[in-house]
Nanobody
Framework: QVQLVESGGGLVQAGGSLRLSCAAS???????RGWYRQAPGKDRELVAS???????NYGDSVKGRFTISRDIAKNTVYLEMNSLKPEDTAVYYC??????????????WGQGTQVTVSS
């Protein structure tokens, strides 16, 4: 099965940038990889995703500011976050959807990394 390890969160001033990384390890055929976030008192929401075929999808609130990319050789997905706003403050989680040994719709989550944007 697939395990995920995130890195790159931290504290940044509004207007600044951060880059998150999510490295995958283990066995499975990856279908989709994504980044989600959850702010206090709010539901977890999709930030960005990329399919195995390279199709991208972004949440409305981050379009034009955030970019998801991947390094297939390193099994790593990145989230480049620019023009950060205080409302981007949240715990960011990476996610993978995959199948393994004939079992589909498997999902793994990273441990989460805190992103705090000060005004």
């Amino acid at each position: 099965q697939v395990q995920l390890v995130e890195s790159g969160g931290g504290l940044v001033q509004a207007g600044g940038s951060l880059r998150l990384s999510c490295a995958a390890s283990g066995s499975g055929v990856i279908i989709n990889r994504g980044w989600y976030r959850q702010a206090p008192g709010k539901d977890r929401e999709l930030v960005a995703s990329i399919t195995s075929g390279g199709r991208l999808n972004y949440g409305d609130s981050v379009k034009g500011r955030f970019t998801i990319s991947r390094d297939i050789a390193k099994n790593t997905v990145y989230l480049e976050m620019n023009s950060l706003k205080p409302e981007d403050t949240a715990v960011y989680y990476c996610n993978v959807e995959y199948y393994y040994r004939g079992v589909a719709n498997l999902v793994s989550w990273g441990q989460g990394t805190q992103v705090t944007v000060s005004s």
